[in-house]
């Protein structure tokens, strides 16, 4: 906002003349009959007569934002053509103009003194000497101790040493390089209106070869590592706190640590503020001040505050003095002296100080509490206070060493809050805070304010904010968001949406929730964090969307298909599945399914010419065929080779489904049958024959391997079936003989060989009698069939139990249900690949 020239009306417009611009401000002075400042009271009220709405287009990256503070920001796609060219530098003039608007603004009313610099010449040339060198180095120094005053004086030894000059940047606040940089780069190039993504941001600072003086450092370890490495041309001069992150061992920072003062400087520095020579009753104080205090500057510039505010007091009780009181003056005639402050208020001179200064003065004092030490632009303070002549309350307070300079605005020293608000300074801060966010709102909402005016106001709007109820932050934060938007301070249009999103939630703004998330999204999509972008997107299209916003919804609709095609892009092609065998396994692949004769048993007993089961459920693999050592009989076991069969085509497999394809076929030709071992053909000349005779192996392994587990689970089992009605074959079959010679009761259920027959030989003399129905019929032990002939023809298959109970049809000859009927099964299934 403008400060009010001449008379004001009932209206609150200004009677003539124009508003002067506010210095360093780089805006033109507002004509007369333009609407300025109001009141707090009126400035809710004054938002239906602020003009048209700023409509701001930027460059960010490969898009282009259009801020529209209406209804939300706009982003789409560079278009073709419309590329901005390669940003230049700035020469000598600009960035002497440049330096010009760092620096605080002029105070109006008298100059303030300057602060002389004592008994630091040593550190200065310290660091002009390593500055000169290319080296980094670490200022350190407690709050208070001249760390400020002292860049002063090297920036202006070092303006020719660099070919970039001197850049001067505010590290309070900032906990991460990424808005430094971007700060960085915005002050060295020509770039208006454009914000480059990251990889271009990287590659533009690295050219940069600048001297930077980062004052009120708050970061270190890795994020300051990252601003070093980003920038490697740069000679960073860091003024930070005890309190600050160290940086890391890797760094290689030089550190120069800053003290206090001694006694000799103590006192010419009280000298100077004050003006004249002390007393030795003031420099005994002086002694016991600097010990208390340990010689920081800042306590003696307080000091000497309170020896002119001293000898103010006493110079007008001596005019006063020399004039009669009158009948009705209480005042004595012979008053006391103003006696020097005691130790403990020099030490913590806050509330002293404000005591003595004017009422205007003590209301920014107010202000700057509840702003959680920020104080206003002068220009704003006429409306925030309610005296037009409140702008020349902070040279008052700077004079007094109350304020302190940071970057380009102003913030109370260190310590003085916490002084003031123990005396009751800070006990009003929630209607200070409420009147700051209502201006604010009005002021950052005017169509006459530039957003870089808003972004040199940005701490104080984000502490009105903070501090101010749900209403009046829905209020400011969507006034001063477009603002930060197009200023491009990007981190304080994120905290401002932030702020918003909450305070719209509570109030039960909805249409101002759906606005704050949109902005979150597009925010984050500029930025290429694509994933928090999506869901900030969706959840203002879902809010907009309740509310029928058709407007919202489509802006919102769009900017998530960047999202969606962002996404799309980034995911980089993935090179052609193919799959290859490994060494071991490409050697097996020439692996083949052999039969291998069993040894026959030297014994003529017929439990010898049974396979052992073990060694029929045992699956070896074969690298070369074995020919086979004696004639094949009808006994012999097969044993199975799993071989991982290898793509053999001219191409390789470029998808899943032709690799799967390839390896297992979906109609695969039926095994042919086995015959007698043959010697093995040359390998790589029939893929496709080799391929349908690994697939029938594997097919006849499986069902082997399931006949053998429920084999294995019907004879191992020593527990009694439960009741069920006997199974019944209308098939007539022959009985298996109730006993074999060598074969105990115990023994185990064999496994019946690959070849073995369907049926069994019934000898005579032997007749299965039919279990009684409801009984459970009595385990019978397996036998094992007796051997078929490779002529005998194919056994019929078996016919399932029946499922419910009833009287048995006509009766067979088939017996009770044993693991023999199992056994038949399997050997049935396993038959066609074993036959001859």
Not at 442 to 468: F, K, M, N, Q, Y
Request: proline share 12%; hydrophobic share 40%.
């Amino acid at each position: 906002m403008d400060r009010i020239q001449g008379q004001t009306g009932q209206d609150g417009q200004p009677a003539g003349g124009s508003t002067p611009p506010v210095p360093g401000s780089g805006q033109a002075p507002v004509p007369s009959g333009a609407t300025a400042a109001p009141t707090a009271s009126a400035a809710p009220t004054a938002t239906a007569a602020q003009g048209p709405a700023r409509v701001v287009s930027l460059t960010a990256g490969d898009f282009t934002l259009t801020v529209n503070p209406v209804d939300g920001s706009e982003i789409e796609p560079l278009r073709p053509g419309t590329e901005r060219s390669r940003s230049a530098k700035r020469d000598a003039a600009a960035r002497t103009a440049r330096d010009t608007a760092a620096r605080p603004p002029a105070l109006p009313g008298p100059a303030v003194p300057v602060r002389p610099l004592l008994a630091r010449e040593e550190e200065q040339e310290r660091l002009v000497r390593l500055l000169a060198r290319g080296r980094s180095v670490r200022l350190t120094g407690p709050s208070g101790s001249g760390r400020s005053v002292l860049l002063d004086a090297v920036a202006a030894r070092c303006a020719g040493l660099a070919p970039d000059g001197v850049v001067r940047l505010s590290g309070y606040g900032h906990q991460q390089p990424s808005e430094l940089l971007q700060t960085l780069y915005a002050t060295v190039y020509e770039a208006p209106g454009e914000r480059p993504e990251r990889d271009e941001l990287l590659a533009r600072v690295r050219d940069i070869g600048a001297i930077v003086l980062l004052d009120d450092l708050e970061m270190g370890g890795t994020a300051l590592d990252e601003l070093l490495r980003a920038t490697p041309e740069c000679a960073y001069l860091l003024a930070a706190t005890p309190e600050t992150r160290s940086p890391s061992d890797d760094s290689h920072i030089e550190e120069v640590f800053l003290g206090g003062l001694g006694k000799t400087e103590c006192v010419d520095l009280l000298e100077a503020g004050l003006g004249r020579p002390l007393t030795d009753e003031e420099t005994a104080w002086a002694g016991d001040l600097r010990f208390a205090s340990e010689g920081l500057p800042l306590r003696f510039v307080q000091a000497a505050a309170l020896l002119r505010q001293r000898d103010e007091l006493n110079h007008a009780v001596e005019d006063d003095d020399e004039e009669e009181p009158g009948v009705f003056d209480e005042r004595p005639r012979d008053p006391a002296q103003v006696p020097l402050p005691t130790l403990a208020e020099g030490a913590a001179p806050a509330e002293l100080l404000a005591s003595r200064v004017s009422e205007s003065a003590r209301a920014a004092l107010r202000i700057a509490c509840a702003l959680g030490g920020e104080l206003p632009h002068h220009a704003h303070l006429p409306a925030l206070v309610g005296d037009t002549h409140a702008d020349t309350a902070v040279p008052e307070l700077l004079a007094c060493g109350l304020l302190t300079p940071v970057g380009t605005r102003y913030r109370l020293a260190a310590g003085v809050a916490r002084q003031l608000e123990e005396v009751g300074y800070g006990d009003t801060a929630a209607e200070e805070a409420r009147t700051a966010a209502r201006h604010y709102a009005w002021w950052t909402g005017h169509a006459s304010v530039t957003p870089e005016r808003v972004a040199a106001e940005a701490d104080a709007v984000l502490a009105a904010l903070a501090g101010a109820d749900v209403v009046a932050a829905v209020l400011l934060a969507r006034t001063a968001a477009p603002a930060f938007a197009g200023s491009l301070h990007w981190e304080a249009w994120e905290r401002v949406l932030r702020s918003g999103a909450e305070a719209a939630r509570k109030a039960g703004e909805v249409a101002e929730q759906a606005y704050f998330h949109h902005e979150l999204g597009v925010l984050a999509l500029c930025e290429g964090r694509l994933d928090r972008a999506r869901a900030e997107l969706e959840t203002s299209i879902g809010l907009r969307g309740a509310l029928a916003d058709k407007r919202g919804t489509v802006a919102g609709r769009r900017a998530l298909a960047l999202v969606v095609d962002r996404e799309a892009a980034e995911l980089a092609p993935s090179p052609p599945l193919r799959l290859e065998a490994p060494a071991a396994l490409a050697a097996a692949s020439e692996a083949v399914t052999v039969a291998t004769p069993a040894t026959p048993a030297a014994s003529p007993a017929p439990a010898a010419n049974r396979p052992n089961p073990s060694l029929a459920r045992t699956a070896s693999t074969r690298v070369a065929p074995v020919a086979p050592v004696g004639p094949v009989s009808a006994e012999a076991v097969t044993r199975m080779t799993p071989v991982v069969p290898v793509s053999r085509s001219s191409e390789p497999p470029t998808t899943l489904s032709e690799v799967f394809e390839d390896a297992f076929p979906l109609a695969p030709k039926p095994a042919p049958p086995a015959a007698l071992p043959k010697p093995a053909p040359a390998p790589a000349k029939d893929a496709g024959r080799r391929r349908l005779v690994l697939l029938a192996g594997a097919g006849a392994l499986t069902v082997v391997a399931l006949g053998t587990v429920v084999a294995l689970a019907l004879g191992s089992s020593d527990e009694a079936p439960p009741a069920q009605v006997p199974a019944v074959s209308l098939t007539p079959t022959a009985v298996v003989p109730p006993t074999t010679a060598g074969t105990g009761g115990n023994d185990p259920a064999p496994e019946p060989p690959a070849s073995a027959p369907a049926s069994e030989s019934a000898q005579p003399g032997q007749s299965a009698a039919a279990p009684t129905p409801g009984r459970t019929p009595g385990r019978t032990p397996s036998r094992r069939p007796s051997p078929t002939t490779p002529n005998s023809p194919p056994p019929s298959s078996v016919s399932p139990p029946p499922t419910t109970e009833g009287p048995s049809p006509t009766p067979t000859e088939t017996a009770a249900p044993s693991p023999t009927a199992t056994q038949a099964v399997t050997a049935t299934a396993a038959s066609p690949t074993t036959g001859p």
